[in-house]
C-alpha cells in the first residue's frame, strides 16, 4: 500500500550514483572506515522473514554502536504496513533477507550521541519509512529527503549508506537512528496509535498539504484502508468538505462516524453522475486495479487527482480525461522529515491518531492473513513489550 517498495525497485535501478558514493567511501582512510566496526553493537531482538516463503520468525540482530549523531530508541510499538506484507514476500520483487519489517516506529530514547541536542535518554520519539539520505542534493536541500536522488535510505529492506549493511526495521526491539531522521512525540499521546502516523499519516498528509487543502475545498478520499481513513481524518480536519469514495456500502457508517460529509459507492451510477465534475481533489490510496476514469471523471476544472495507492500493474490513462477540466494525476511519496514532524505536532495539537488493533510481536503471521483480506480497523500496531 505504501509506495517505498516501489521507490526502491527506481532507486535500485538508479544506481550509478550509488557506486561513486561508494567508491568515494573506499577511498577513505582504512583506519577511519573501519573506525565503527571496533565499537561494541547493541543486540536486539526481532521477528524476520528469512525468505519470501516462510512466516516471519524470531531473529536476533545487532545494531550499530551509538555514534556521535545517533540516537538509541527502545522500540515500544511498531505500526503494521501492508507494504511490509508486500516486501516480505518479494511480491514487488528485489526484497533483501534476512528482513526485518516495520517503518511505523515510537519509542523511548536509551542514549543520545554527544553531538545530539534535541534528544535525551527517556524523551518519546518516532521513526519512520527513511533513516538516511545524501543530505546534499537538491530535494535533500528542500527537506523532501524522500525524494533523495542518490536514494534515501529506507528503514529496512535496504541498505545504510555503506551500500553493504542491511536496514532493519521495526519489529525489534530497538534501533539506532541518525538523529536527523528521528522524530519528537509528544509523551501525553496515545502512543499505540501514533505509530501509524509515521507512514500511513504522512503518506497522506504531505499530498493534502502540498494541494493547499482547507476551507472551501470539496475533497474526496477513494478507498477506506490504513491510509484512506488518516486522509479522511486529515481532510476533515484542515476544513475541507469530505467525501469517501468506496467500492463497498458497508464502509459508509464508518467513514461518517471518522467525518465524511458525503459517501459515493463506486458501483452506484446515480451517485457518480452526482458528483460529475465536483471535487478539487481527489486521494487515491486504492492499492487494487481500477478504472482511473471513473475517478477523474469527478474532478472539477483544475482539479487534481493524488495517487498514493499502490496497484500492482500499470493503470491507463485517457488523455480525453485530463484535458477535459485541465486535471491532473500526480503521485506523491510519504513526506520529508521536516514535514513529518510538523504532521505530529499538528496530530498532537488536534487530537489526530490512527485506530490501530493492538497485537503481541507473537501474532503478526495472523495479522499479515487478516490484513492481506482487510479484516483490519484500520492498522494492527505490536506492542513489543510482548
Ligand atoms: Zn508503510
Ligand atoms: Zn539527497
Known amino acids: 500500500m505504501s509506495l517505498t517498495g516501489h521507490l526502491q525497485i527506481i532507486w535500485m535501478e ?26 561494541i553493537m547493541i543486540s536486539s531482538k526481532a521477528y ?16 550499530r554502536s551509538v555514534g556521535p549523531n545517533d540516537v538509541h530508541i527502545e522500540i515500544l510499538y511498531c505500526g503494521v504496513c501492508h507494504s511490509d506484507l508486500h ?51 537538491n530535494p535533500c536541500k528542500q527537506d ?9 535510505t529506507v528503514t529496512y529492506n535496504g541498505y545504510e549508506r555503506d551500500g553493504k549493511t542491511l536496514s532493519q526495521g521495526g519489529y525489534s526491539t530497538n534501533i539506532v537512528t541518525n538523529q536527523h531522521f528521528v522524530l519528537r512525540v509528544d509523551p501525553g499521546s496515545d502512543l499505540k496509535a501514533v505509530a501509524p502516523l509515521l507512514c500511513a499519516g504522512i503518506t497522506t498528509w504531505s ?20 491510509l484512506g481513513h488518516m486522509g479522511l481524518k486529515f481532510a476533515v480536519s484542515l476544513g475541507a468538505e469530505v467525501t469517501l469514495i ?17 459517501f459515493i459507492n463506486v458501483k452506484d451510477s446515480a451517485a457518480l453522475k452526482k458528483f460529475n465534475c465536483y471535487f478539487d481533489v481527489i486521494l487515491n490510496t486504492i492499492s487494487a486495479p481500477h478504472d482511473y476514469k471513473t475517478y477523474l ?38 513526506g520529508g522529515i521536516k514535514e513529518t514532524q510538523e504532521m505530529l505536532d499538528y496530530c498532537a495539537a488536534n487530537n489526530i491518531v490512527s485506530d490501530v488493533e493492538v497485537i503481541p510481536m507473537q501474532q503478526i503471521n495472523e495479522a499479515f492473513e487478516r490484513m492481506q483480506k482487510g479484516d483490519v480497523r484500520y492498522r494492527f500496531v505490536i506492542d513489543l513489550a510482548s
Not at 146 to 151: G, R, T
Not at 207 to 226: C, F, T
Not at 246 to 262: F, I, Q, V, Y
Open 297 to 334: 471523471d469527478l474532478l472539477t476544472l483544475n482539479g487534481t487527482m493524488a495517487i498514493v495507492g499502490l496497484p500492482p500493474e500499470a493503470q491507463t490513462v485517457s488523455p480525453f480525461s485530463l484535458l477535459t477540466n485541465r486535471r491532473s494525476i500526480m503521485g506523491s511519496c510519504i
Open 14 to 39: 538508479n544506481s550509478s550514483a550509488h557506486t561513486e558514493r561508494l567508491l568515494s567511501i573506499q577511498t577513505l582512510p582504512s583506519s577511519l572506515r573501519n573506525a565503527k566496526t571496533t565499537s
Open 246 to 262: 468506496s467500492t463497498s456500502h458497508e464502509k459508509e457508517k464508518d467513514a461518517r462516524r471518522l467525518g465524511a460529509h458525503n
Open 207 to 226: 499530498p493534502l498539504r502540498h494541494l493547499k487543502v482547507g476551507k472551501g475545498m470539496r475533497v474526496a478520499v477513494a478507498g477506506l484502508g490504513g
Open 87 to 137: 516486501q516480505a514476500r518479494n511480491e514487488w520483487g528485489g526484497s533483501l533477507y534476512p528482513m526485518v519489517p516495520g517503518h511505523e516506529i515510537v519509542g523511548r530514547v536509551v542514549e543520545a550521541g554527544s553531538q545530539v541536542s534535541r534528544f535525551k535518554a527517556g524523551d518519546i520519539a518516532a521513526v519512520g519509512v527513511i533513516v538516511d539520505s545524501c543530505r546534499h542534493c
Open 144 to 152: 523532501l529527503e524522500q525524494y533523495c536522488i542518490e536514494a534515501p
Open 48 to 63: 524476520a522473514a528469512l525468505d519470501s516463503k516462510t512466516p516471519l520468525q524470531p531473529y536476533n540482530l545487532s545494531r
